[in-house]
Protein backbone atom coordinates (compact mmCIF):
# COMPACT_ATOMS: atom_id res chain seq x y z
CA UNK A 1 0.00 0.00 0.00
CA UNK A 2 2.77 2.42 0.98
CA UNK A 3 4.79 1.57 -2.08
CA UNK A 4 1.75 2.40 -4.32
CA UNK A 5 0.72 5.54 -2.49
CA UNK A 6 4.62 6.86 -2.86
CA UNK A 7 4.50 5.52 -6.70
CA UNK A 8 1.71 7.51 -7.29
CA UNK A 9 3.49 10.63 -6.30
CA UNK A 10 5.65 10.76 -9.02
CA UNK A 11 8.47 10.21 -7.47
CA UNK A 12 9.01 13.86 -7.45
CA UNK A 13 7.36 15.52 -3.83
CA UNK A 14 9.63 19.11 -4.33
CA UNK A 15 9.18 21.71 -6.11
CA UNK A 16 10.76 20.83 -9.29
CA UNK A 17 7.21 18.89 -9.76
CA UNK A 18 5.79 22.28 -10.89
CA UNK A 19 8.91 24.03 -12.21
CA UNK A 20 9.58 21.50 -14.64
CA UNK A 21 6.25 21.63 -15.88
CA UNK A 22 6.61 25.22 -16.51
CA UNK A 23 10.37 25.32 -18.52
CA UNK A 24 8.34 22.33 -20.82
CA UNK A 25 5.71 25.12 -21.53
CA UNK A 26 7.75 27.80 -21.88
CA UNK A 27 10.85 26.28 -23.67
CA UNK A 28 8.75 23.83 -25.42
CA UNK A 29 11.35 20.46 -25.36
CA UNK A 30 14.21 23.06 -25.00
CA UNK A 31 15.95 25.54 -27.07
CA UNK A 32 19.74 24.30 -27.08
CA UNK A 33 21.99 27.54 -28.15
CA UNK A 34 25.04 25.17 -29.02
CA UNK A 35 25.94 24.84 -32.35
CA UNK A 36 25.44 21.56 -33.65
CA UNK A 37 23.48 18.36 -34.40
CA UNK A 38 23.13 17.12 -30.80
CA UNK A 39 21.63 14.19 -32.47
CA UNK A 40 24.74 12.62 -33.92
CA UNK A 41 26.29 10.12 -32.13
CA UNK A 42 30.49 11.52 -31.02
CA UNK A 43 30.96 8.25 -29.18
CA UNK A 44 28.94 4.69 -28.63
CA UNK A 45 30.26 3.00 -25.20
CA UNK A 46 29.22 -0.84 -25.08
CA UNK A 47 25.89 0.07 -27.43
CA UNK A 48 25.17 3.37 -25.60
CA UNK A 49 24.98 6.61 -27.75
CA UNK A 50 27.18 9.81 -26.44
CA UNK A 51 25.44 12.51 -28.53
CA UNK A 52 27.58 15.20 -30.28
CA UNK A 53 25.95 17.59 -28.32
CA UNK A 54 26.55 15.86 -25.23
CA UNK A 55 30.61 15.77 -26.54
CA UNK A 56 29.75 19.81 -27.00
CA UNK A 57 28.59 20.32 -23.75
CA UNK A 58 31.58 18.78 -21.99
CA UNK A 59 34.03 21.05 -23.69
CA UNK A 60 32.42 23.74 -22.73
CA UNK A 61 32.21 23.33 -19.55
CA UNK A 62 36.13 21.67 -19.05
CA UNK A 63 36.78 25.13 -21.30
CA UNK A 64 35.19 27.05 -18.40
CA UNK A 65 36.74 25.12 -16.18
CA UNK A 66 40.49 25.86 -17.45
CA UNK A 67 39.86 29.04 -17.83
CA UNK A 68 38.73 29.72 -14.59
CA UNK A 69 41.95 28.41 -13.14
CA UNK A 70 44.12 30.15 -15.58
CA UNK A 71 42.49 33.85 -15.18
CA UNK A 72 45.10 35.40 -17.35
CA UNK A 73 45.18 32.59 -20.54
CA UNK A 74 43.69 34.26 -23.41
CA UNK A 75 40.29 32.33 -24.67
CA UNK A 76 41.31 32.56 -28.11
CA UNK A 77 44.34 30.07 -28.31
CA UNK A 78 42.06 27.84 -25.95
CA UNK A 79 41.08 25.68 -28.93
CA UNK A 80 38.41 23.05 -28.55
CA UNK A 81 40.28 20.26 -30.89
CA UNK A 82 42.90 20.56 -28.07
CA UNK A 83 41.23 19.77 -25.13
CA UNK A 84 38.66 17.16 -27.08
CA UNK A 85 40.96 13.91 -26.55
CA UNK A 86 41.08 14.37 -22.59
CA UNK A 87 36.96 15.33 -22.70
CA UNK A 88 36.61 12.20 -25.13
CA UNK A 89 37.96 9.81 -22.71
CA UNK A 90 36.48 11.64 -19.46
CA UNK A 91 32.93 10.62 -20.84
CA UNK A 92 34.33 7.01 -21.77
CA UNK A 93 35.57 6.64 -18.38
CA UNK A 94 31.71 8.03 -17.06
CA UNK A 95 29.66 6.06 -18.99
CA UNK A 96 31.48 2.38 -18.14
CA UNK A 97 31.19 3.53 -14.38
CA UNK A 98 27.58 4.47 -15.25
CA UNK A 99 26.84 1.31 -17.28
CA UNK A 100 28.74 -1.12 -14.10
CA UNK A 101 26.49 1.09 -11.39
CA UNK A 102 23.20 0.15 -13.58
CA UNK A 103 24.74 -3.52 -13.61
CA UNK A 104 25.05 -3.77 -10.11
CA UNK A 105 21.31 -2.56 -9.06
CA UNK A 106 22.25 1.32 -8.24
CA UNK A 107 19.61 3.75 -8.77
CA UNK A 108 18.25 7.31 -7.57
CA UNK A 109 14.78 8.20 -6.90
CA UNK A 110 13.14 11.12 -8.69
CA UNK A 111 12.39 12.67 -5.56
CA UNK A 112 16.38 12.49 -4.45
CA UNK A 113 17.57 14.37 -7.23
CA UNK A 114 15.13 16.72 -7.13
CA UNK A 115 16.12 17.82 -3.95
CA UNK A 116 19.47 18.07 -5.19
CA UNK A 117 18.13 20.45 -7.94
CA UNK A 118 16.26 22.43 -5.58
CA UNK A 119 19.09 22.99 -3.08
CA UNK A 120 21.60 23.54 -5.37
CA UNK A 121 22.67 27.63 -4.62
CA UNK A 122 23.13 28.03 -8.35
CA UNK A 123 19.72 27.65 -9.22
CA UNK A 124 18.17 30.09 -6.25
CA UNK A 125 17.27 33.63 -5.58
CA UNK A 126 16.85 34.98 -2.29
CA UNK A 127 17.42 31.87 -0.69
CA UNK A 128 14.94 30.20 -2.59
CA UNK A 129 14.87 28.10 -5.52
CA UNK A 130 14.09 30.36 -8.73
CA UNK A 131 12.79 28.62 -12.00
CA UNK A 132 13.81 31.50 -14.23
CA UNK A 133 17.12 31.49 -12.77
CA UNK A 134 17.34 27.24 -13.01
CA UNK A 135 15.58 27.85 -16.57
CA UNK A 136 18.27 30.01 -17.59
CA UNK A 137 21.22 28.16 -16.30
CA UNK A 138 20.12 25.36 -18.27
CA UNK A 139 19.51 26.57 -21.38
CA UNK A 140 22.90 28.32 -21.37
CA UNK A 141 24.85 25.14 -21.29
CA UNK A 142 22.98 23.47 -23.39
CA UNK A 143 20.07 20.98 -21.52
CA UNK A 144 16.77 20.50 -21.39
CA UNK A 145 15.01 20.25 -18.25
CA UNK A 146 14.80 16.38 -18.71
CA UNK A 147 18.10 16.54 -20.16
CA UNK A 148 19.50 17.86 -17.04
CA UNK A 149 17.76 16.01 -14.59
CA UNK A 150 18.78 12.74 -16.10
CA UNK A 151 22.44 13.94 -15.87
CA UNK A 152 22.16 14.92 -12.37
CA UNK A 153 20.61 11.38 -11.81
CA UNK A 154 23.41 9.54 -13.90
CA UNK A 155 25.65 11.87 -11.46
CA UNK A 156 24.41 10.74 -8.33
CA UNK A 157 24.34 7.17 -9.42
CA UNK A 158 28.15 7.00 -9.64
CA UNK A 159 28.81 8.45 -7.01
CA UNK A 160 27.23 6.17 -5.34
CA UNK A 161 29.24 3.49 -6.71
CA UNK A 162 32.66 5.41 -5.58
CA UNK A 163 31.48 6.24 -2.41
CA UNK A 164 30.94 2.20 -2.21
CA UNK A 165 34.39 1.46 -3.10
CA UNK A 166 35.80 4.34 -1.34
CA UNK A 167 33.80 2.40 1.77
CA UNK A 168 35.47 -0.27 1.58
CA UNK A 169 38.64 0.43 1.66
CA UNK A 170 41.00 0.28 4.73
CA UNK A 171 43.74 0.97 6.58
CA UNK A 172 46.01 -1.03 8.24
CA UNK A 173 48.48 -0.19 11.33
CA UNK A 174 51.25 -1.67 9.28
CA UNK A 175 50.79 0.61 6.73
CA UNK A 176 49.91 3.95 9.13
CA UNK A 177 53.34 3.07 10.67
CA UNK A 178 55.30 2.78 7.14
CA UNK A 179 54.33 6.13 5.45
CA UNK A 180 54.33 7.72 9.53
CA UNK A 181 58.30 6.78 9.40
CA UNK A 182 58.16 9.50 5.96
CA UNK A 183 55.56 11.91 6.98
CA UNK A 184 56.66 12.63 10.61
CA UNK A 185 60.37 12.18 9.68
CA UNK A 186 62.47 15.28 11.27
CA UNK A 187 65.84 16.60 9.72
CA UNK A 188 68.41 18.51 11.64
CA UNK A 189 70.36 21.23 9.21
CA UNK A 190 72.52 24.24 8.66
CA UNK A 191 72.42 26.15 6.14
CA UNK A 192 74.30 29.74 4.71
CA UNK A 193 72.85 31.92 1.92
CA UNK A 194 74.64 33.93 -0.50
CA UNK A 195 72.83 36.41 -2.05
CA UNK A 196 72.48 37.49 -5.60
CA UNK A 197 71.14 40.98 -5.45
CA UNK A 198 74.60 42.28 -3.93
CA UNK A 199 76.35 40.61 -6.64
CA UNK A 200 74.08 42.60 -9.56
CA UNK A 201 74.21 45.87 -7.61
CA UNK A 202 78.32 46.19 -7.72
CA UNK A 203 78.10 44.86 -11.54
CA UNK A 204 79.52 47.85 -13.78
CA UNK A 205 79.00 46.61 -17.31
CA UNK A 206 80.76 49.46 -19.99
CA UNK A 207 78.65 49.88 -23.31
CA UNK A 208 81.71 48.34 -25.75
CA UNK A 209 80.92 44.96 -23.44
CA UNK A 210 76.99 44.98 -24.42
CA UNK A 211 77.41 45.98 -27.88
CA UNK A 212 79.98 42.96 -28.16
CA UNK A 213 77.24 40.98 -26.61
CA UNK A 214 75.23 41.51 -29.28
CA UNK A 215 77.26 40.80 -31.72
CA UNK A 216 77.75 37.85 -30.02
CA UNK A 217 74.37 36.78 -29.66
CA UNK A 218 73.12 38.54 -32.92
CA UNK A 219 71.14 35.26 -33.82
CA UNK A 220 68.95 35.64 -30.90
CA UNK A 221 67.86 38.67 -32.31
CA UNK A 222 66.25 38.00 -34.55
CA UNK A 223 62.38 38.91 -36.07
CA UNK A 224 60.11 35.78 -36.63
CA UNK A 225 58.26 35.51 -40.50
CA UNK A 226 55.20 37.58 -39.75
CA UNK A 227 52.14 38.35 -41.61
CA UNK A 228 49.43 40.81 -41.44
CA UNK A 229 45.64 39.64 -43.13
CA UNK A 230 42.46 40.95 -44.08
CA UNK A 231 39.85 39.38 -41.80
CA UNK A 232 35.96 39.29 -42.07
CA UNK A 233 34.19 37.81 -38.86
CA UNK A 234 30.85 36.59 -38.65
CA UNK A 235 29.09 35.81 -35.14
CA UNK A 236 25.97 35.27 -33.88
CA UNK A 237 26.29 37.80 -31.26
CA UNK A 238 27.60 40.51 -34.26
CA UNK A 239 24.10 40.21 -35.64
CA UNK A 240 22.03 39.67 -32.48
CA UNK A 241 23.41 43.37 -31.71
CA UNK A 242 21.80 43.98 -34.65
CA UNK A 243 18.12 42.81 -34.71
CA UNK A 244 15.47 44.54 -33.29
CA UNK A 245 12.15 42.97 -31.65
CA UNK A 246 8.58 44.75 -31.52
CA UNK A 247 6.59 44.83 -28.56
CA UNK A 248 3.93 42.84 -31.30
CA UNK A 249 6.40 40.24 -31.65
CA UNK A 250 6.54 39.84 -28.39
CA UNK A 251 2.91 39.87 -27.46
CA UNK A 252 2.46 37.37 -29.90
CA UNK A 253 5.29 34.99 -28.69
CA UNK A 254 3.89 35.37 -25.13
CA UNK A 255 -0.26 34.61 -26.14
CA UNK A 256 1.42 31.42 -27.89
CA UNK A 257 3.10 30.58 -24.65
CA UNK A 258 -0.18 31.09 -22.19
CA UNK A 259 -2.01 28.70 -24.05
CA UNK A 260 0.19 26.14 -22.78
CA UNK A 261 1.27 27.68 -19.66
CA UNK A 262 -0.22 25.98 -16.12
CA UNK A 263 -0.85 28.38 -14.05
CA UNK A 264 -2.72 26.27 -11.01
CA UNK A 265 -1.92 27.03 -7.60
CA UNK A 266 0.99 24.60 -5.84
CA UNK A 267 0.51 23.07 -3.24
CA UNK A 268 2.71 22.22 -0.35
CA UNK A 269 1.17 19.00 1.51
CA UNK A 270 2.58 16.97 4.73
CA UNK A 271 0.74 13.85 6.12
CA UNK A 272 0.43 11.76 8.32
CA UNK A 273 -0.33 8.19 7.35
CA UNK A 274 -1.63 5.20 8.76
CA UNK A 275 -1.34 1.77 6.76
CA UNK A 276 -3.98 -0.38 8.95
CA UNK A 277 -5.21 1.96 11.67
CA UNK A 278 -7.72 1.06 14.53
CA UNK A 279 -10.56 3.55 15.02
CA UNK A 280 -8.69 4.02 18.55
CA UNK A 281 -5.51 5.13 16.96
CA UNK A 282 -7.48 7.79 14.44
CA UNK A 283 -9.17 9.15 17.43
CA UNK A 284 -6.14 9.14 19.86
CA UNK A 285 -4.21 11.19 16.88
CA UNK A 286 -7.66 13.76 16.08
CA UNK A 287 -7.49 14.37 19.72
CA UNK A 288 -4.18 15.67 19.81
CA UNK A 289 -4.34 17.27 16.63
CA UNK A 290 -7.95 19.05 18.22
CA UNK A 291 -5.54 19.82 21.44
CA UNK A 292 -3.28 21.74 18.98
CA UNK A 293 -0.49 19.40 19.05
CA UNK A 294 2.31 19.81 16.74
CA UNK A 295 1.76 17.85 13.23
CA UNK A 296 5.05 17.22 12.55
CA UNK A 297 6.36 15.77 16.30
CA UNK A 298 2.52 13.51 15.45
CA UNK A 299 3.64 12.63 12.09
CA UNK A 300 7.17 11.39 13.42
CA UNK A 301 5.29 9.30 16.04
CA UNK A 302 2.64 8.00 13.99
CA UNK A 303 3.22 7.91 10.72
CA UNK A 304 3.93 5.30 8.50
CA UNK A 305 5.48 6.85 6.21
CA UNK A 306 9.13 6.29 7.19
CA UNK A 307 10.50 8.17 4.10
CA UNK A 308 8.75 11.47 5.47
CA UNK A 309 7.88 11.05 8.81
CA UNK A 310 11.60 12.61 9.87
CA UNK A 311 10.80 15.80 7.94
CA UNK A 312 7.21 15.98 9.65
CA UNK A 313 5.66 14.65 7.04
CA UNK A 314 6.61 17.20 4.05
CA UNK A 315 5.83 15.41 0.91
CA UNK A 316 6.73 18.57 -1.45
CA UNK A 317 4.46 20.30 -3.81
CA UNK A 318 1.55 19.46 -6.40
CA UNK A 319 -0.17 20.91 -8.86
CA UNK A 320 -3.31 18.63 -8.16
CA UNK A 321 -2.29 15.34 -10.12
CA UNK A 322 0.88 14.17 -7.67
CA UNK A 323 -1.57 12.53 -5.39
CA UNK A 324 -4.14 10.25 -5.22
CA UNK A 325 -7.92 12.10 -6.16
CA UNK A 326 -9.27 11.60 -2.55
CA UNK A 327 -6.32 12.93 -1.36
CA UNK A 328 -5.89 16.19 -3.70
CA UNK A 329 -9.73 16.84 -3.16
CA UNK A 330 -9.20 17.36 0.69
CA UNK A 331 -5.51 19.20 0.20
CA UNK A 332 -7.41 21.94 -1.93
CA UNK A 333 -9.51 22.23 0.18
CA UNK A 334 -7.47 23.30 3.28
CA UNK A 335 -6.30 26.74 4.21
CA UNK A 336 -2.51 27.41 4.58
CA UNK A 337 -2.00 25.40 7.86
CA UNK A 338 -5.33 23.40 8.49
CA UNK A 339 -5.41 20.03 8.86
CA UNK A 340 -7.80 17.54 7.60
CA UNK A 341 -10.13 14.67 8.85
CA UNK A 342 -8.93 11.50 8.29
CA UNK A 343 -8.90 10.82 4.56
CA UNK A 344 -9.27 7.45 2.69
CA UNK A 345 -6.83 6.18 0.11
CA UNK A 346 -5.47 2.67 -1.40
CA UNK A 347 -2.18 3.64 0.75
CA UNK A 348 -4.01 4.12 3.79
CA UNK A 349 -5.40 6.79 6.32
CA UNK A 350 -4.18 10.34 6.05
CA UNK A 351 -4.16 13.26 7.76
CA UNK A 352 -3.04 15.81 5.69
CA UNK A 353 -1.95 19.89 6.57
CA UNK A 354 -1.13 22.22 3.74
CA UNK A 355 1.71 24.24 4.42
CA UNK A 356 1.97 26.38 1.58
CA UNK A 357 0.40 27.64 -1.20
CA UNK A 358 2.30 29.37 -4.61
CA UNK A 359 0.57 30.90 -7.56
CA UNK A 360 1.85 30.70 -10.41
CA UNK A 361 1.80 33.47 -12.35
CA UNK A 362 2.73 33.43 -16.03
CA UNK A 363 2.95 37.76 -16.77
CA UNK A 364 4.11 39.75 -19.88
CA UNK A 365 6.56 41.96 -17.41
CA UNK A 366 7.93 38.86 -16.60
CA UNK A 367 8.48 36.93 -19.40
CA UNK A 368 9.21 40.14 -21.76
CA UNK A 369 13.12 39.69 -21.16
CA UNK A 370 12.93 36.51 -21.49
CA UNK A 371 11.44 35.83 -24.59
CA UNK A 372 12.66 39.24 -26.67
CA UNK A 373 16.04 37.61 -26.14
CA UNK A 374 14.67 34.46 -27.53
CA UNK A 375 13.18 36.01 -30.59
CA UNK A 376 16.55 38.00 -31.25
CA UNK A 377 18.50 34.38 -31.02
CA UNK A 378 16.17 33.07 -33.22
CA UNK A 379 16.24 35.70 -35.90
CA UNK A 380 19.97 36.21 -35.86
CA UNK A 381 20.34 32.44 -35.93
CA UNK A 382 18.68 32.03 -39.55
CA UNK A 383 20.42 35.65 -40.80
CA UNK A 384 23.70 33.87 -39.67
CA UNK A 385 23.16 30.74 -41.90
CA UNK A 386 22.09 33.00 -44.91
CA UNK A 387 25.31 35.17 -44.22
CA UNK A 388 27.45 32.03 -44.09
CA UNK A 389 26.56 30.59 -47.06
CA UNK A 390 26.94 33.70 -48.82
CA UNK A 391 30.91 34.36 -47.25
CA UNK A 392 31.79 31.04 -48.10
CA UNK A 393 30.70 31.77 -52.03
CA UNK A 394 31.50 35.51 -52.44
CA UNK A 395 35.04 34.83 -50.53
CA UNK A 396 36.18 31.99 -52.80
CA UNK A 397 38.77 33.46 -55.21
CA UNK A 398 37.54 37.27 -53.98
CA UNK A 399 40.60 39.71 -54.82
CA UNK A 400 39.63 41.62 -51.88
CA UNK A 401 37.67 41.04 -48.72
CA UNK A 402 36.85 44.87 -48.56
CA UNK A 403 33.92 44.01 -51.45
CA UNK A 404 32.87 41.04 -49.57
CA UNK A 405 32.15 42.90 -46.52
CA UNK A 406 30.92 46.03 -47.91
CA UNK A 407 28.40 43.82 -50.10
CA UNK A 408 27.29 41.61 -47.04
CA UNK A 409 27.30 44.61 -44.76
CA UNK A 410 30.21 43.29 -42.75
CA UNK A 411 33.82 45.19 -41.89
CA UNK A 412 36.89 43.92 -43.23
CA UNK A 413 39.63 44.47 -40.78
CA UNK A 414 43.41 44.65 -41.24
CA UNK A 415 45.49 42.63 -38.08
CA UNK A 416 48.25 43.20 -36.41
CA UNK A 417 51.46 41.79 -37.40
CA UNK A 418 51.78 38.01 -36.44
CA UNK A 419 54.34 35.14 -36.54
CA UNK A 420 53.66 31.43 -36.50
CA UNK A 421 53.20 31.66 -32.41
CA UNK A 422 50.00 33.68 -33.58
CA UNK A 423 48.41 37.25 -32.50
CA UNK A 424 45.79 38.60 -31.02
CA UNK A 425 41.75 38.41 -31.90
CA UNK A 426 41.02 35.78 -34.16
CA UNK A 427 44.90 35.68 -34.94
CA UNK A 428 45.80 34.05 -31.32
CA UNK A 429 43.40 30.93 -32.90
CA UNK A 430 45.50 27.72 -34.22
CA UNK A 431 43.54 27.77 -37.07
CA UNK A 432 43.57 30.71 -38.10
CA UNK A 433 47.54 31.02 -37.76
CA UNK A 434 47.65 27.92 -39.67
CA UNK A 435 45.66 29.42 -42.26
CA UNK A 436 47.52 32.17 -42.80
CA UNK A 437 51.10 30.48 -43.22
CA UNK A 438 49.79 27.32 -45.59
CA UNK A 439 50.59 27.95 -49.03
CA UNK A 440 47.02 28.81 -50.40
CA UNK A 441 46.97 31.76 -48.17
CA UNK A 442 51.12 33.06 -48.25
CA UNK A 443 51.84 31.70 -51.68
CA UNK A 444 48.48 31.29 -53.94
CA UNK A 445 47.20 34.55 -52.04
CA UNK A 446 43.83 32.94 -51.98
CA UNK A 447 41.17 33.27 -49.29
CA UNK A 448 41.05 30.86 -46.49
CA UNK A 449 38.08 28.81 -46.31
CA UNK A 450 35.90 30.25 -43.70
CA UNK A 451 37.22 29.18 -40.54
CA UNK A 452 34.44 28.32 -37.47
CA UNK A 453 35.95 29.23 -34.79
CA UNK A 454 33.10 27.96 -32.31
CA UNK A 455 30.57 29.41 -30.62
CA UNK A 456 29.27 30.35 -33.76
CA UNK A 457 31.90 32.20 -34.64
CA UNK A 458 33.37 32.47 -37.95
CA UNK A 459 36.35 34.46 -40.10
CA UNK A 460 37.78 34.13 -43.78
CA UNK A 461 41.57 35.36 -44.37
CA UNK A 462 42.80 36.33 -47.15
CA UNK A 463 46.80 37.83 -47.18
CA UNK A 464 47.77 41.65 -46.60
CA UNK A 465 51.26 41.92 -46.44
CA UNK A 466 54.05 39.51 -45.92
CA UNK A 467 56.71 40.76 -43.88
CA UNK A 468 59.98 38.46 -43.74
CA UNK A 469 62.06 37.70 -40.93
CA UNK A 470 64.95 40.53 -40.08
CA UNK A 471 67.76 41.02 -38.43
CA UNK A 472 67.13 43.75 -35.18
CA UNK A 473 69.44 46.52 -34.81
CA UNK A 474 71.23 47.34 -31.58
CA UNK A 475 69.27 49.97 -30.47
CA UNK A 476 66.28 48.04 -30.60
CA UNK A 477 67.14 45.53 -28.52
CA UNK A 478 69.83 47.30 -26.17
CA UNK A 479 67.77 46.70 -22.93
CA UNK A 480 67.30 43.00 -23.20
CA UNK A 481 70.82 42.65 -24.43
CA UNK A 482 72.02 44.58 -20.97
CA UNK A 483 69.88 42.39 -19.29
CA UNK A 484 71.14 39.14 -20.52
CA UNK A 485 74.76 40.31 -20.08
CA UNK A 486 74.39 41.48 -16.86
CA UNK A 487 72.30 37.99 -16.03
CA UNK A 488 75.29 35.70 -17.45
CA UNK A 489 77.91 38.01 -15.46
CA UNK A 490 75.99 37.67 -11.86
CA UNK A 491 75.45 33.91 -12.40
CA UNK A 492 78.93 33.31 -13.47
CA UNK A 493 80.40 35.30 -10.63
CA UNK A 494 77.39 33.62 -8.18
CA UNK A 495 78.24 30.24 -9.07
CA UNK A 496 82.27 30.74 -8.76
CA UNK A 497 82.31 32.02 -5.05
CA UNK A 498 79.42 29.84 -3.69
CA UNK A 499 81.83 26.78 -5.34
CA UNK A 500 84.66 28.12 -3.13
CA UNK A 501 82.58 27.96 -0.27
CA UNK A 502 80.58 24.67 -1.03
CA UNK A 503 84.56 23.71 -1.19
CA UNK A 504 85.24 24.81 2.40
CA UNK A 505 82.28 23.27 3.87
CA UNK A 506 83.03 20.13 2.23
CA UNK A 507 86.59 20.18 3.26
CA UNK A 508 85.53 20.49 7.14
CA UNK A 509 84.30 23.94 7.45
CA UNK A 510 81.06 23.94 9.48
CA UNK A 511 78.53 26.19 7.80
CA UNK A 512 78.73 28.71 10.74
CA UNK A 513 82.06 29.69 10.59
CA UNK A 514 82.23 29.54 7.08
CA UNK A 515 79.43 32.10 7.08
CA UNK A 516 80.93 33.94 9.57
CA UNK A 517 84.22 34.47 7.51
CA UNK A 518 82.69 35.78 4.43
CA UNK A 519 79.84 38.03 6.15
CA UNK A 520 77.18 35.91 5.29
CA UNK A 521 73.67 34.80 6.80
CA UNK A 522 73.15 31.22 8.30
CA UNK A 523 70.86 29.53 10.18
CA UNK A 524 70.35 26.71 12.42
CA UNK A 525 67.11 24.20 12.00
CA UNK A 526 66.09 21.49 14.04
CA UNK A 527 63.94 18.42 14.15
CA UNK A 528 62.37 20.44 10.86
CA UNK A 529 59.07 18.43 9.79
CA UNK A 530 57.79 18.35 5.80
CA UNK A 531 54.62 19.89 6.95
CA UNK A 532 56.93 22.40 8.97
CA UNK A 533 55.78 25.96 7.94
CA UNK A 534 58.23 27.97 9.92
CA UNK A 535 61.48 27.66 8.13
CA UNK A 536 62.27 28.99 4.08
CA UNK A 537 60.05 26.16 2.49
CA UNK A 538 62.50 26.60 -0.49
CA UNK A 539 65.52 25.00 1.94
CA UNK A 540 63.63 22.55 3.14
CA UNK A 541 62.33 20.81 -0.05
CA UNK A 542 66.17 20.86 -0.95
CA UNK A 543 67.12 19.01 1.92
CA UNK A 544 64.60 16.70 2.81
CA UNK A 545 65.76 15.16 -1.13
CA UNK A 546 69.32 14.56 0.58
CA UNK A 547 70.20 11.23 1.58
CA UNK A 548 70.36 9.90 4.99
CA UNK A 549 73.86 10.46 6.83
CA UNK A 550 75.85 7.58 7.23
CA UNK A 551 78.05 7.29 10.57
CA UNK A 552 77.36 10.15 11.83
CA UNK A 553 78.89 12.14 8.33
CA UNK A 554 76.90 15.22 7.74
CA UNK A 555 75.34 15.21 3.59
CA UNK A 556 76.85 18.73 1.80
CA UNK A 557 74.77 19.75 -0.95
CA UNK A 558 75.06 23.67 -2.66
CA UNK A 559 72.31 24.28 -4.91
CA UNK A 560 70.90 27.60 -7.09
CA UNK A 561 67.48 29.33 -5.12
CA UNK A 562 64.56 30.63 -7.57
CA UNK A 563 65.63 34.07 -6.58
CA UNK A 564 68.86 33.56 -7.92
CA UNK A 565 70.52 33.18 -4.33
CA UNK A 566 73.20 30.41 -3.65
CA UNK A 567 72.32 28.05 -1.00
CA UNK A 568 74.78 25.46 1.10
CA UNK A 569 73.04 23.20 3.01
CA UNK A 570 74.58 20.65 5.98
CA UNK A 571 72.35 17.94 6.39
CA UNK A 572 73.52 16.54 9.79
CA UNK A 573 70.75 14.09 11.17
CA UNK A 574 67.52 12.10 9.89
CA UNK A 575 64.88 11.22 12.75
CA UNK A 576 62.37 8.44 11.55
CA UNK A 577 58.69 9.58 12.11
CA UNK A 578 56.93 7.88 14.76
CA UNK A 579 52.89 7.01 14.76
CA UNK A 580 52.81 6.18 18.36
CA UNK A 581 53.98 9.58 19.33
CA UNK A 582 51.31 11.14 16.62
CA UNK A 583 47.81 12.89 17.96
CA UNK A 584 44.63 11.03 17.25
CA UNK A 585 43.58 14.29 14.94
CA UNK A 586 47.33 13.39 13.38
CA UNK A 587 46.64 9.91 12.98
CA UNK A 588 43.30 10.36 11.43
CA UNK A 589 44.39 13.06 8.92
CA UNK A 590 46.90 10.22 7.73
CA UNK A 591 44.35 7.54 7.63
CA UNK A 592 42.33 10.03 5.53
CA UNK A 593 45.24 10.79 3.51
CA UNK A 594 46.22 7.01 2.77
CA UNK A 595 42.39 5.62 2.28
CA UNK A 596 42.22 8.63 -0.29
CA UNK A 597 45.12 7.80 -2.53
CA UNK A 598 43.94 3.90 -2.66
CA UNK A 599 40.38 4.65 -3.32
CA UNK A 600 42.01 7.07 -5.68
CA UNK A 601 44.29 4.02 -7.31
CA UNK A 602 41.23 1.51 -6.97
CA UNK A 603 38.74 3.70 -8.87
CA UNK A 604 41.47 4.44 -11.78
CA UNK A 605 42.20 0.89 -12.03
CA UNK A 606 38.63 -0.43 -12.14
CA UNK A 607 37.67 2.59 -14.78
CA UNK A 608 40.92 0.97 -16.72
CA UNK A 609 39.67 -2.04 -16.42
CA UNK A 610 35.93 -1.31 -17.30
CA UNK A 611 37.27 0.93 -20.15
CA UNK A 612 39.58 -2.07 -21.62
CA UNK A 613 36.65 -4.28 -21.47
CA UNK A 614 34.19 -2.22 -23.42
CA UNK A 615 33.56 -1.94 -26.44
CA UNK A 616 34.11 1.61 -27.60
CA UNK A 617 33.03 3.25 -31.23
CA UNK A 618 34.44 6.85 -31.71
Known sequence: MLDNFRSNMRGIATVIV??????????????????????EAALIVNDETVSAL????????????????????????????????????????????????????????????SEVIVANQGFQSGGQFNKEVFQYAIRNQGYTSATFVEMVKEDMIIQQLIQG???????TQTELENLAKFTEQARDYYYLTLPMAPIVDALNISEQQILDQYEQ?????????????????????MLMAEQSVSEKQIQARFDQEAETVNTADSLQ?????????????????????????????????????????????DLGFTSGSTFPEAFETALAALDVGQVSGPVETDAGTHFIKLLDRQLETFEL???????????????????????????????FNSETLAEVATDLGLEAQISEPFSRAGGTGVTAFPAVV??????????????????????????????????????????????????????????????????????????????????????????????????????????????????????????????????????????????????????REQKASLIYALQTTNSSRELQAFQASLTADADITR
Not at 27 to 38: E, K, Q, R, V
Not at 269 to 297: M, R, V, W, Y
Open 269 to 313: AAHLLLTDPSAETIQEIQAKLDAGNDFAALAKEYSDDFASADTGG
Open 365 to 395: AAESARIEEELLQEASSDLLVEKLEMLKEMS
Open 165 to 171: LSNTNFV
Open 18 to 39: VIIGGIFAFSGTGSLFISGTGA
Open 217 to 237: TKAQYQTDVEVRVEAIELSGT
Open 434 to 583: KAAFSPEVLEDKYASEVLDLGGDRYVVIKLHEYLPARQKEFAEVKADVTAQLRGDIAQQTIEEQGTALLARVEAGDSVESVAKSAGLEWQAAQKVVRADRSVNEEVKAAVFQLNTPVDGESVISGFSARNGDYVIASLQAVTEGDASSMS
Open 54 to 113: RVQQVLLTERQRILRENPTLDPAILDDELIRPQVLQQLIGRKVIAQSAAAQGFDMSSKAV
